[in-house]
């Protein structure tokens, strides 16, 4: 798909960041395994070289900066591992995307019901 | 023939099925999304569907960007859910069937559907969170399943009048299947939600509530979006209609549909989450 007009606070993953995304989303992608959050959680770095990331990358995971990987071209769906590696759930993920706690996302969750 | 009862439409985030491990059905968050299905499983009690073919989306489970398919669908006697990473409880396995699924291979070949068929692979929350809504307790064992996964998670994605096409034309191989198996066609997923970017959080309620009440007899008021009209007005993951719109597709050719059931309750996670049961005539 082509993008022609940005919608704001959206990052479209389309072909040229999933190209970008790739090492990020592929090691994502291996947390499906426990062996390998385990892995990751042993030695995060050693984990970043394992999958070739990006300076980029590592930068965004480093500070758990979850737009910034987003714009390192990161999938929401794999990210969405990593969350769940850290314990974090996608209201949290929301929160911390949006710059509000947690409690704050869920209250604009149910905002949006009341019209 | 092979007979189409109906279409139904869930939601499949995985939160439900964490809730329904957890037993939460009846705490307040969950309550009046959990109250909204009894009705659904009657009429599946009822009916006795013998197949199940459930249109999601794998959330990077089966598939990884290495190899993407567009459209893809089984053709296996059986298929296994797996860790997804962020610990939603494994399932058991998921009954297939070969015989439909090969037909419907062969009738979409023949009709410029070029799909991907795997006769293995494992299917992740999309599929199996409305497995465990319409048959609780991990009781869809006697279910034959025929999973189709279409790509809503990278661009470029299917258009919404492709995914209806698509549906369509596995409707018209159901009907022409020469087996007396009764059949229900299954769409999952959406309504608006937003998981990534600063825009996370967008739910529409308007948009979702017009999207139900188009599915019933004016689809194709909805096949004529882009998919980036649909993440403008339903937000990222509310490219998830395009499995309704399959669903939906696969019961055009069926005449006038009866609508028994639509619930819609929002938030549920970061979702409007709709539940919709459109029954054909052949239902009894």
Known sequence: MTQTVDIPGTIMLDGP???????????CYSF??????????????????????????????RKRDVIAMLEAGGSIYYLAKFAGLLGLSVQDVGGLQTGMTTEEFKAFLVKQGEI | MAKLLGGIA??????IGVAM??????????????????????????????????????????FFH???????????????????????????????ETELSWHIVNHLIEHDFDITVCQEMKVDHGLTVPLTLMWPGHKYGHVKVIP???????????????????????????????????????????????????????????????????????????????NYELVEKAGAQGVELNMWLAMRGALEGEGKLKELHRSYHLPISNTGAGLQLLATDNAR
Not at chain 2, 67 to 82: D, I, L, S, V
Request: with cysteine; hydrophobic share 35%.
């Open chain 2, 66 to 96: 290495d190899r993407k398919p567009t459209f893809a669908m089984g053709a296996a006697a059986q298929y296994e859910n797996a860790d997804e990473g962020w610990g939603i409880a494994e399932i058991p396995p998921v009954t297939g």
């Open chain 1, 32 to 61: 499906n395994n426990a062996a390998a959050r385990n892995e990751f959680k042993q030695d995060e770095e050693a984990y970043y070289e394992k999958f070739k990331l990006t300076e980029e990358q590592r930068d965004a995971m």
């Open chain 2, 148 to 226: 189709v996964a279409i790509n809503c998670e990278r661009h470029p994605m299917p258009k919404p009048s492709r995914s209806y096409a698509f549906g369509k034309a596995i409707g018209d191989a159901v009907r022409s299947f020469a087996g007396d198996q009764k059949v229900i066609v299954m769409g999952t997923g959406g309504l608006s939600h937003q998981l990534d970017g600063q825009r996370a959080g967008f739910i529409n309620k308007p948009f979702d509530l017009y999207c139900m009440d188009k599915m019933v007899d004016e689809p194709e008021l909805l096949t004529c979006y882009s």
């Open chain 2, 10 to 15: 869930t939601s499949h985030i995985p939160a």
């Open chain 2, 21 to 62: 491990d957890q037993g939460l059905e009846n705490t307040p968050y969950w309550k009046e999304f959990f109250e909204a299905y009894p009705p659904v499983r009657d009429w599946l009690y009822t009916q006795e569907p013998d197949i199940a073919i459930v249109f999601y989306n794998d959330h990077g489970l089966e």
């Open chain 1, 17 to 27: 960041m999933a190209t970008k995304g790739y090492p990020l989303n592929k090691m």
